[in-house]
Each structure stands twice: as C-alpha cells, then as structure tokens.
C-alpha cells in the first residue's frame, strides 16, 4: 500500500523522537560547511572547494536521514562519511548538477524535472557500494518514474512549516530541514521492490515492520499539514509523464 504524504511525515516525526539534538547538530554543520564554501565561490579556492565536498556531504546527510529511518541514532562523525566515497559521490554531485543545468537551459521546467528524477541518487549509492555514479543515478530514474509528482507533493507539504520559520526568522528551519530529509528517506525506502526495502531498512539483528501502520503506532504530529493537490490528476500525470 502507497503511503501518502501524512504518514510519511507522520512517520518522519515519530522516527526522530530523541534524536532531533544530534540532527540537528549535524545539519547546522552541512549547512555551515556548504554556506562557506558558496560565500567563497568567487574565488579558485571556494569553487574547488565547493565541487570536492558537495557530493560527499550530501551523502553524509542521506546517511543520517537513513539511519533515523532505520532507527538508529546517527553521529555527528556520520556527516563525512561520504568522503570515504569520495571519487564515486564527487563524479555524481558534478554530473547530476551539469545535466540539471544543460536541460534548465531548455526552459525551467525540465531542470525541475530532471532534480527530481536524481534526487534518490544519493540514496541509491549508499545501498549499492558496486554501482557507479551514472549507473545510481539511472536507477533514481528508474525508482522516480511516475513518482516526482509525489516526491513534490510531499515536499510541498512542509510549506506551513517554512511559513513559521518566517515568524521565527529562521530559527525553526534547525528543525524543519532534518525533519524534511527523514520525509524523503522514508520515501525512497518506500520507492524499493520489497527484498531491496528489507535490505535498505533491517540492520543486524533487527526487526523492523516495514508496512509502517502507521495509524497504530503514531500520533497525531503532522497530521493537520496541507495535503496538496490530492485530485489533481491530470497535473500529476503531465509532471511525471516527461522523458527521463
């Protein structure tokens, strides 16, 4: 059964429960890394810098994301270990960001479309260590077709929570941004054919109930989020039916 928007997020809150401190730890430091490196990007130094450490910081993040999935209680140390990946996450970073580019020179719209279809890329490195950069990001291709509209339904659905972070001058987005990469963890896992779900969730020794019944186990956290474009089918099948 495909969960919706609510109870991933639903399973996202619940799944954070007593590890917000440590995430948000751990993305204050990604978003610190990554602001320096674009402030200097005007110069050798900061551009370099910036194209070496994107990829493997955003697998770190993908990590962390899929360890709270699994509901393990990620360290901060977690955020670097894509650099233990280095050649495989920097070939990715670089190509996902040049395709988005090239096909956003065509017109906006196919740049969205194309971010979308590489989002699970990350992801898909981390349950594949013999796949290549290209071939992990055909695979998210493969797990986002006839899904982006879904992957931008649930994203779309934290916009009452980035309206808040407006009243609190940013403050809340400490807390937004982990809670929004779980969403997306979650989501990929979701995305998997049933043994790769098994393989990317269980961790030794443990049992984990992947159907996520979630109106048994969890509150009432998110629940009352906007749950946009319910009906709107027709929007739905003209943004995933574009070529991938």
Do not use: H
């Amino acid at each position: 059964m495909t969960m919706k928007a609510k109870d991933i997020r639903q399973f996202a809150w619940q799944s954070l429960s007593g590890k917000w401190g440590v995430c948000v730890v751990i993305f204050l430091i990604y978003d610190l890394i990554m602001g320096a490196c674009s402030g200097l990007s005007m110069y050798v130094i900061g551009a370099v810098a910036l194209l070496l450490v994107t990829g493997p910081l955003t697998l770190g993040t993908a990590k962390v994301s899929l360890q709270v999935v699994k509901g393990e209680k990620p360290e901060i140390a977690t955020l670097f270990d894509g650099f233990k990946d280095f050649t495989r996450t920097v070939v990715l970073a670089i190509t996902n960001e040049l395709l988005i580019f090239a096909w956003s020179l065509l017109f906006v719209i196919p740049g969205i479309i194309k971010a979308y279809a590489y989002s699970m890329s990350y992801y898909v490195l981390l349950d594949n260590p013999n796949l290549t950069a290209n071939e992990a990001r055909k695979k998210s291709m493969e797990l986002m077709s006839g899904n982006k509209w879904r992957l931008f339904c649930l994203q779309f659905s934290f916009i009452g929570w980035y309206l808040l972070s407006m009243l609190t001058f940013g403050i809340l987005l400490f807390w937004v941004v982990p809670y929004m990469n779980v969403a997306t963890a979650k989501f990929y896992v979701e995305l998997l054919p049933e043994e790769e779900k098994i393989a990317s969730v269980v961790g030794d020794g443990e049992v984990v109930d992947i159907d996520a019944d979630v109106d048994a186990k969890f509150d009432d956290a998110g629940a009352n989020d906007v749950e946009p474009f319910a009906g709107e089918e027709n929007a739905k099948q003209d943004f995933d039916s574009s070529n991938d």
